[in-house]
């Protein structure tokens, strides 16, 4: 007795909710007076749908009933009602269906007189309800009704996930979380129209890995590749989502033509296919125009236009939204000489296209969709001008920053506007392609901005491979399902619930999964890993390139401490979404400092120069092992997937093999010329003794390095390398480690016993003495504020002393967003009326000094429109550099107090750091914050 008591006590409080990521809740595992029992005593509530509904939704019901299975173990009985006669399908059944479209749903509103207008002619609504006497017979019902066809299947996917299946069941082996028994609250679930009409991904880039695995996968091994089985696993994923578009896979993949089921499966899904911004109607393009002479409008028209019917022919009784106008191939400008007028004539001609192959003269209420791609944004400023209907696809800059919006003159365009957005990208500066490098918090504040300028018709996100961008992506349409459910400040609760739906941890350890993911996507997006090399993070300066190594284990160890303290059942969901970027990334960091000290120890004489060596040559085949790790995973489920090559690129293009850095080594049996000993002070490349250029500017005769402390110093302490030089053993103090290498740490115990200014000490290592002074400073007692110390005052921009409101408008913070630790920027956000041509999203902030007057700064000039704005590309641009620094220089500045004044312009700016600087020393992420009194 005792015994069971205790034991229903631990269920209850083992199952209290059911996750469905930000939607409302009408889910429960435990019965009450008002619930309904979808499973209960191993008994299932039968499942009633028209046969007259869409096939849609009758594959998504049985999808529904397969979910219940999955998670009771109890399967619901599955009732094809081909007349409203349901006395034979007992008592208490779910009745799913369409309005418009079900007769059955028709009889069960008009029986129980349920109020249906607030999604009635709604895209993509719905409700779900407990009603009385539904049916002749039937004296209750769970009725789940959607508005449109895509209404009633996200009406069943939401109660899916909300049971336990996880849209990634498939896609991250993402285990179902056992119930055994399930209710429906009597007040159901609801969801109005979407505040993003098309919410899609494009699968693009997807050589090699995601083709190499479908071709393993999907084929056996011959076949294309992307056939209608690999699309299936992809509809109903994108469903699940709450998505409803999809760009198909397009470098090798002819969607309509490799497999003659891959439109119809879309179309029998409910997913509306689209083509990418440079395939026009529905083709694949270059892939699918051969044998058609020259892709060249003003020299082949006729071809090019037949190529374009067959296309709309094609398409045309599935759910299609058409891509407009024309690029060369290859992604390319169209010519030299293209103008205007000729891509006007395109347009045009497309349009006719459709007029005549769907009969109508009215093409409007076919969606289409014209991208703002690269030098199409040009014409489209220069004046071009498309149909009304036409939704305007406007881009980010391949990088995730929002090229363009349109002005407000344009708004109420009747095709509205939308956004290309990408996670993963092949082109200049550089690919990124191999692993997660995107923050949600950037998704974020650059989708509010879309959101907040009315871009809302169309979302779609380059996604390469779709894997390992899947968190990503569930963000990226969740967000465009819902805008009013994600702020900067609950993005961390998105993260926490998915934490939660996913492995089925404790809320507690979903907050310690929700900081890990933060720290991976901030560390893998200040600079994405493809530009990473071994001098990126600073050898010398700040401890940079050390604290990032410190920083990735630290994550390392977080990471794996869950890792080992999930079933079995749970590590391949965990080991894909979170620790696989997290160890490859971890490592792939450390091996990168670690080359970068193996040359610099080299050149310095230091023997662990050649322990370096050994460590990159251990983690760049420890690389190898962790690939594979993913690839055998699950019996290979994955091979594959993480084909991606992604070390040492030496252009934009990826390398065709992983190159390890070049490493070098000392002579290990010879003695360095100075001697047995190498001094090596904090924040220089000289070693001591020596007289080459290392130790000092004119190569000999070098003085003795000096280091300095004050008492406002962020690290509070400074150091001193001592390593061997060569076989002779040196011995240290019996205190030290043993090896070839220690690290002496020298520091003040009592500041207070010193007097203001410098005071000197001399630290001793054997055969030499070193200059060591300390700077003791007292600031004024009434100073509040940073504290300058080697020269620098270093600010995180939320840590402002004062900020001011005007209007409604302030400061606010972006938690998580950025390099270090957040950013600011001015919310709510102004509509401001600017114009097309003043330059993408003017991002337009001021900076005084002491009261003056401000001075303007524009980082992005209001000239680049066309092409990529000065300073943006290169390996060290803004976009490779993952900011836009801004320098504002004033003169006469003495020592003492000084107010710094960040004002607001434009209201898309983002202030990150604030670094102020007579001798800013060269680092990655700038100098750490400085103290604050
Ligand atoms: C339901 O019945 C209709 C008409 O008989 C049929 O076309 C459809 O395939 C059936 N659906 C399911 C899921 O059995
Ligand atoms: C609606 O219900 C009424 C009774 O409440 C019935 O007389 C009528 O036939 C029903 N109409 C339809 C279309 O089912
Ligand atoms: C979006 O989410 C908010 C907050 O959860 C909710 O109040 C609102 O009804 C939802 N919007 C729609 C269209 O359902
Ligand atoms: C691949 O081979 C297996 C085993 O012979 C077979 O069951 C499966 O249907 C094949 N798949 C395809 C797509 O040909
Ligand atoms: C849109 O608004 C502008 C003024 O802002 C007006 O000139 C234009 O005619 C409007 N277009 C439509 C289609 O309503
Ligand atoms: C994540 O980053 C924060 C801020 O830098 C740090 O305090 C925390 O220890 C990190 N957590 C892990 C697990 O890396």
Redo the contacts with the bound molecule.
Sequence with gaps: MNLRLSTLTALSLVVPYALGIGQQSCVSFQSSSSAFSVVSGKKAAPILISSDDWPGVQRAASDFVADIQRVTGVKPAFRNVTDANAQAFGSLPIIVGTLGKSPLI??VV??TQLDVSSIEGKWEAYLSRVVENPLPGVSKAYVIIGADKRGTIFALYDHSEQFGVSPWYYWADVPTTKNSQIFASASGCSHGSPTVKYRGIFLNDEQPALQNWAQETFTNGTGAPFNHLFYSNVFELILRLRGNYLWPAMWSGKFGVDDPLNQFTADYYGVVMGTSHQEPMMRSTPNEFTDRGKWDYVNNKAAIQQYWKEGAERSKNFESLYTLGMRGFGDLPLSEDTNIQLLEGVIADQAEILKEVYGTDDVSTIPQVWTLYKEVEDYYTRGLEVPDYVTLLWSDDNWGNIRGFPPLSQRNRTGGAGVYYHFDYVGDPRNYKWIISTQLQKVHEQLSLAVARSSTQLWIVNVGDLKPYEREIEFFINYGWNATRWTPNNINEFVTSWAQREFDVTPTIAGDISSIVANLTRYNSRRKPELWNSTVYSLINYREAETFVADWNTLQAASTKIYNSLSQSYKPAYFQLVHHPIIASANLATMYVSAGLNAMRAVQARLSANDLADTVEKLFDVDFDIETQYHTLLKGKWNHIMDQTHIVYDYWQQPMQNVMPPVTRIQSRKQALPGVMRIVPEGTFGSWPGDNRWNCKDGYNCPDWTLSLNNYDAFGNRFVDVGAGGPASIHLHPSLPKSPETRVYASVVDWSKLSDGANAAVLTFTAMSRGYPSLSNTVPSEFKGFVESQGVVSIEAAHSSRSSTVGDTTWTELPGLGKTLSGITLLPRQDQSFEIGAGPTPLVFGVALDGGEPIRVQPVPASSRKGDPPGWGSNNGWVANSINSQVVTFSGVTPGAHTLKISGMETAVVVQKIVITGGLTDSYLGPPESKRV
């Design positions: 028709a009889s008009n029986a």
